[in-house]
């Protein structure tokens, strides 16, 4: 279950995006409310995962003393739980507000305009239509500085109190009854998450005529669509992938290895992307590699030196801890059998280091798969990612460039999830636990 | 359960089996009085912490049954059968104050923050810890956040007192002070009390009757 409701946050944001879309229809029309239910959505996950690994450690003989001091059930809940999961609920809201933030596909394709604009859309708008770099400059600056206060805000709310380290067996629930709610909230989860992504695929199976294989028949054409070949959309997406992972995996494992030498100021340096919107770190690429020497906007290197930034954070967050867990000692012992500085190193930790840079490279590539805010602002006109091509796709009329993007869509799920996928294998093989 | 309830008979255990699946025992019988400690002693593994958590109503039992002042306990959850229940480690709430823990159950039993406060600042003085009532419950010493958390315990004025090896961490001789205060304080409050060790020379110290699982 915790895999399943995960899948919303790794799914790009133009397919969930037109998920939502297709699976509403005209029911609720584009606006704030299918703007907020898709952001829901994608974010699920990070509640989950944040609150959820504080609240499977808290010790339950907390909550069993709260009860013999004669609390019910739900005011165990309110007195004893909620205060103790403070921190991560904290923080996952934290994380959440900069996330929806800085969010820019959702806006784009189910925001109504003017009534869901956000400080993104002024930021791209500014730099891709208006070439007003002054506007977007400020921008960019109000959105780092909103950003930078949340995250103070989040740390001085969070306290930071000593947790038992006792981990008390939770007792496993039986009976009819929780059994009942339980199956009946995994029912409802379920379908929640796989809603979206069933609509994505029935949109690109069929027609208002009925079931139909078409769509899929008519990818190869460059006419269907006018503003493209969908195919050499998905060519060149999967190259920018495949740079923007060999980018990260070398800059990522580098600051991995520094990160496990306690260089905290690496560390913190490594994780400043993770607050800076993908529209703003594209801005800031640009304005770096336009000029003189450095001009690499003819080159195609800005997008995957933007997702390689994008992904340095989470690369560095999965490579440190597998590398920390590799007992140092192994390294000395090398050196003590005559083993050279760099020989000794890579026996104590080549094998992990190298299976974490897979890792890393896979992770990578997947985020550059879907991104779409800085591949908007930096993708030339007649050379869109596919992310780009289903927004453009998104906002011509008719039955078929809408199909062609439920297309794109379920091809860039599978990409995404097989990528993902690949990453667990290599992850949860035994050298890494 | 009322906790204003006075204490009768006390606690009778009948052909009590415990377990999570498998029994971890044969059917056990016992029953402890007002002011009686009545001491479980056992190898590690052997049950006696689930034997606990089966009174305090936290597992069910596998079969037999849980009587205090002979009304049968099955059914009845943990919050409405007045057992208090000591863990090992203290256990202290760590966002509320001191005398905010200790008043936990007069608050929640719908008393006012007042009230709570004052009858937990009085049993904060007995537990002879008025002076450090300010601190944080992470600055306590073991034994201070055990004596707490006994005090936490007592406010409710449980039926039964159930004391899952409190102290253990703690040593020895603030471990043995301790246990005193609680025999001192059971004895003279005719609290029925079952205390689980596995040192036998506690057990003697401590118990008007012993079962050995």
Not at chain 1, 63 to 82: I, N, Q
Not at chain 1, 377 to 394: C, F, G, K, M, N
Not at chain 1, 411 to 431: F, N, P, Q, Y
């Amino acid at each position: 279950m915790l895999a399943l409701v995960t899948v919303p946050f790794v799914l790009p944001t133009v397919v969930v995006a037109l998920g939502f879309r297709s699976l509403f229809g005209n029911a609720i029309p584009n606006g704030l409310l299918l703007v907020v239910l898709a952001h829901a959505y994608i974010n699920i996950a990070v509640v989950i995962r944040l609150v959820g690994a504080q609240w499977s450690t808290l010790d339950q003989r907390m909550e069993v003393t709260a009860s013999t001091l004669g609390a019910s059930p739900l005011r165990v809940f309110v007195s004893v739980t909620l205060p103790a999961l403070r921190n991560s609920i904290v923080l996952a809201a934290s994380v959440v507000f900069i996330f929806c933030f800085s969010s820019l596909g959702i806006v784009v394709v189910l925001g109504d305009g003017s009534g869901t604009r956000t400080l993104e859309q002024v930021l791209l708008r500014s730099t891709s239509v208006l070439l007003d770099f002054p506007t977007a400059l400020a921008a960019a600056l109000l959105q780092l500085t909103i950003v930078s206060l949340v995250f103070v805000i989040s740390a001085r709310i969070s306290r930071n109190e000593p947790r038992a380290k006792v981990v008390f067996e939770r007792v496993v629930v039986r009976g009819a009854k929780p059994t009942f709610i339980v199956a009946l909230t995994c029912l409802v989860a379920t379908i929640f998450v796989l809603g979206p992504a069933a609509s994505i695929f029935w949109a690109s199976i069929s027609s208002t005529s009925g079931p139909t294989l078409q769509w899929w028949v008519d990818l190869v054409s460059v006419e269907n669509t006018r503003i493209g070949s969908p195919l050499a959309a998905l060519g060149r997406s999967l190259g920018l992938a495949s740079v923007t992972a060999v980018i990260a995996a070398i800059l990522g494992g580098a600051i991995a290895i520094a990160v496990m030498s306690k260089k905290a100021i690496i560390s913190t340096l490594a994780i400043i992307p993770l607050g800076v919107s993908a529209v703003t770190l594209g801005l800031g690429i640009l304005l770096a590699f336009s000029r003189g020497t450095f001009d690499l906007r003819a080159t195609g290197a800005l997008i995957p030196i933007t997702h390689a930034l994008i992904a340095i954070p989470i690369v560095v967050a999965v490579a440190t801890p597998s590398l920390r867990n590799v007992d140092p000692r192994q390294y000395f012992v090398a050196l003590s059998l005559g083993a050279a500085p760099l020989r000794a190193w890579w026996t104590a930790f080549g094998a992990v280091f190298s299976g974490v840079m897979a890792a890393a490279g896979g992770l990578a590539a997947a985020v550059s798969l879907g991104e779409f805010g800085a591949a908007t602002l930096l993708s030339r006109a007649d050379s869109p990612t596919v992310p780009v091509q289903i927004e453009r796709l998104l906002s011509k009329p008719g039955e078929s460039a809408f199909a062609t993007a439920g297309v794109l869509s379920v091809i860039l799920i599978v990409l995404t999830m097989s990528l993902l996928l690949i990453v667990d294998r290599i992850a949860s093989r035994k050298v890494f636990t | 359960m009322s906790n204003s309830d006075p204490i009768k008979t006390g606690l009778r255990v009948h052909n009590l089996v415990i377990g999570y699946q498998q029994p971890l025992t044969s059917a056990l019988n016992f029953s402890v009085g007002p002011g009686e400690i009545l001491v479980i002693v056992g190898q590690s593994g052997c049950g006696k912490s689930t034997l606990l958590s089966t009174l305090a109503g936290v597992i069910q039992p596998l079969d037999g049954g849980i009587f205090l002042d002979e009304q049968n306990l099955s059914g009845v959850p943990i919050h409405k059968r007045s057992i208090g229940l000591v863990f090992q480690d203290p256990l202290l709430f760590p966002h509320l104050s001191l005398i905010d823990n200790i008043g936990y159950s007069l608050r929640v039993s719908g008393q006012s923050k007042d009230a709570s406060r004052a009858r937990a600042t009085e049993l904060l003085e007995w537990v002879g810890l008025s002076e450090i009532a300010g601190q944080k419950t992470w600055q306590l010493s073991g034994g201070q956040a055990g004596r707490v958390a006994l005090a936490r315990a007592i406010a409710a004025q449980p039926a039964v007192l159930l004391l899952d090896e409190p102290y253990s961490a703690l040593d020895s001789p603030t471990r043995l002070r301790l246990l005193a205060d609680v025999k001192d304080l059971v004895t003279r409050e005719g609290i029925p009390t079952i205390h689980v060790t596995h040192d036998h020379s506690e057990a003697e110290m401590l118990a008007t009757s012993i079962v050995t699982l």
